[in-house]
């Protein structure tokens, strides 16, 4: 029957079937004959093409795309074909089964994206663009070319060094800074100083000192405003009239803020002289403030934005707060020196009384020869704080731009000698530290030093700023003011004469007749023996007792050596940081003061007081106490 035929199985087909599917089909004979082929071909390319290109362009090997050999391609075909055959039983197993395995056919056809991502990804790797190789080579050209050009410059100019004496060059280079600062001095550095200053605000960097503490006196309180890497500007603000008066406000944009904060009314502005990173902020407040600010400068420096010249001995009132003006010209021709004066009338004597009827000074104080710098005209002994800019920078004295030696003399032991020793100083920069280390370094004996070192070295580890000194500690540890002690002067020309000893020398000094016995000779001559300088009770700037007393002419040979030897102040090493972790050492105690403890006497540190956002407040620092 039709039916029994039908289900009566054909054997010849069967056997053919059969018979095909154990005949290798003819793609995976071509696969299997290439497998030999590739192996060679790759050989070939990884022995000879690939040695010839390094030869002839390194740089064809470095970004060349992995190649797609034969292989590669039979493996992505038998990977194809699996995945077709999976989908193809797939499609017939769902067809039987009434499509239930729609999972099967999903994850089939994500193998299939995976295997184009695959293939995409070896085909769009692409070699170095020729323009940006071209690039590198030619930004290397171009520093060879420079290196080339700057070793040639020095082959020529090294001859002209060779025979150029030592003072010939330190004339050069003296020039060559003096061009330098002309250039500074000008609108051009004017407007890069108030550039950084915007920068240092744009990037939220925070003051380089915090724990800034008003500091009280009889009519006015100070408070310092630190800016920039180092830089201090002050405002002074008077208790009767709230009227205030910036000092140096070379960051306009932080003092503004300050005044803001505290609703204060700013109307003078004083400027101790003409350098940017003191008077650069002049006009940008005189705008700010409509052009009602009075400016008050040196008439020799012509500083910017100032409307007001003043002279040596005036007197300027903010509220009512006077304000002395003594010129002290070194750091620059037209330098001053800001003194704030105690509170109180002048009788009918002329005597400058104290609110308590006492008399506290007079118009004509004991050294009435000043140097020019005003001193005399003013009741100078009344003098409670000093605005001295660079002129003296706490532990140190400003760069001689515009003096020398002479100058700075006079301005500390003439032109200031009659400032109190109880007279806070509030100078221009945060350099106590380093110059507190180059003290010590000149004398390591001197108790005073010492301590007011590690004090400092205490308070910059933890943040916390050195500002107010005062001129009792300047006059017992910054050696400008101790260049009058014939012995600090002995001990610092030893020093010289050690370092002297082992510089090296430049190389013609060798062939010099008794080089080394003039040299000698001369240092001899420079500095007398310690028992040839005369010996006097003095009292050298309110330390008294008995010390050493040096000329003018030895002083100033001091001062000279003291700049000679700073040369040096970069190699003196930090202290340990164990050492600066440990508490102040125990200072005598003051005799105004003889409850006070240091805190190495007092036990657990009390509460501090917090901030609005609850941080704890950073403890005032104070003046250094000796």
């Not at 890497?229 to 603000?237: C, F, K, P, S, T």
């Not at 910059?460 to 006059?475: D, I, K, Y």
Request: charged residues 20%.
């Amino acid at each position: 029957s039709v039916a029994h035929r039908t289900a009566r199985p054909n054997r010849s087909h069967e056997e053919r079937s059969v018979s095909v599917s154990k005949r290798p089909s003819g793609s995976a004979r071509r696969v299997s004959g290439s497998t030999g082929g590739s192996f060679i071909r790759a050989v070939f390319r990884a022995f000879v093409v690939a040695p010839l290109l390094a030869l002839v362009d390194p740089g064809m090997q470095g970004g060349e795309s992995p190649s797609v050999t034969e292989t590669d391609d039979a493996y992505l075909l038998r990977q194809r074909q699996a995945s077709g055959e999976t989908m193809g039983g797939q499609k017939r197993t769902t067809e039987a089964s009434g499509g239930t395995c729609q999972s099967q056919s999903h994850s089939g056809a994500q193998t299939q994206k995976k295997e184009q991502a695959v293939v995409q990804k070896i085909h769009q790797s692409y070699e170095t663009s020729p323009l940006a190789t071209w690039v590198g080579m030619l930004a290397r050209l171009i520093a060879s070319a420079l290196a080339t050009a700057g070793l040639a410059l020095s082959f020529g100019l090294y001859p002209v060094y060779a025979v150029t004496p030592t003072f010939l060059l330190n004339a050069l280079g003296k020039q060559a800074f003096n061009v330098g600062y002309l250039i500074y001095m000008t609108r051009a550095g004017r407007f890069f100083h108030l550039r950084a200053v915007k920068a240092v605000h744009k990037s939220n960097t925070p003051p380089h000192s915090r724990g800034v503490r008003p500091s009280p006196l009889s009519t006015c309180s100070i408070l310092p405003v630190p800016f920039s890497q180092d830089n201090y500007a002050y405002v002074l603000v008077d208790h009767h009239t709230r009227e205030c008066a910036a000092v140096d406000p070379a960051d306009p944009w932080a003092v503004s803020d300050l005044l803001e904060r505290l609703e204060l009314r700013l109307t003078t502005i004083l400027t101790t002289h003409k350098h940017h990173d003191h008077a650069g902020g002049n006009l940008v407040l005189q705008t700010r403030f409509g052009g009602k600010l009075t400016i008050y400068g040196h008439k020799l420096d012509k500083c910017s934005g100032v409307n007001a010249l003043v002279a040596a001995g005036d007197l300027i009132k903010v509220g009512e707060t006077e304000i002395g003006v003594l010129h002290v010209p070194c750091h620059t021709t037209g330098h001053v020196v800001y003194a704030v004066l105690g509170g109180g009338g002048v009788d009918g004597d002329g005597n400058r009384t104290s609110t308590s009827g006492g008399v506290t000074g007079t118009r004509t104080p004991a050294h009435k020869y000043d140097a020019g710098s005003g001193a005399s005209q003013l009741p100078i002994h009344n003098a409670e704080c000093l605005f001295t800019g660079d002129a003296i920078i706490n532990g140190g004295v400003g760069a001689f731009f515009h003096g020398g030696p002479k100058d700075c003399f006079d301005n500390l032991h003439v032109r200031l000698a009659s400032v109190p020793d109880s007279a806070l100083v509030f100078s221009g920069h945060e350099y106590m530290q380093m110059n507190l280390r180059y003290a010590s370094w000149l004398d390591e004996a001197d108790e005073a030093t010492a301590n007011a070192c590690s004090q400092v070295n205490l308070r910059r580890q933890n943040g916390l700023s050195t500002q107010p000194s005062s001129m009792f500690v300047e006059r017992k540890v910054n050696p400008y003011f101790r260049v009058r002690d014939g012995t600090y002067l002995h001990r610092i020309a030893e020093l010289q004469r050690s370092i002297e000893a082992g510089k090296k020398k430049r190389w013609y000094r060798r062939y010099l007749p008794n080089d080394a016995s003039d040299s000698l000779q001369k240092l001899s001559d420079d500095h007398p023996p310690h028992e040839a300088i005369e010996l006097d009770q003095v009292e050298l700037g309110g330390l008294g007792g008995v010390n050493t007393l040096a000329t003018k002419k030895q002083s100033l040979k001091g001062i000279e050596t003291l700049q000679s030897l700073s040369q040096y102040r970069h190699l003196i090493e930090e202290p340990d940081s164990a050492v600066e972790q440990t508490a102040m050492p125990q200072t005598p105690q003051s005799g105004n003061d003889p409850n006070r403890k240091t805190s190495g006497e007092s036990g657990e540190a009390p509460e501090r007081e917090r901030t609005n956002s609850g941080r704890k407040k950073a403890p005032a620092p104070g003046p250094l106490t000796l």
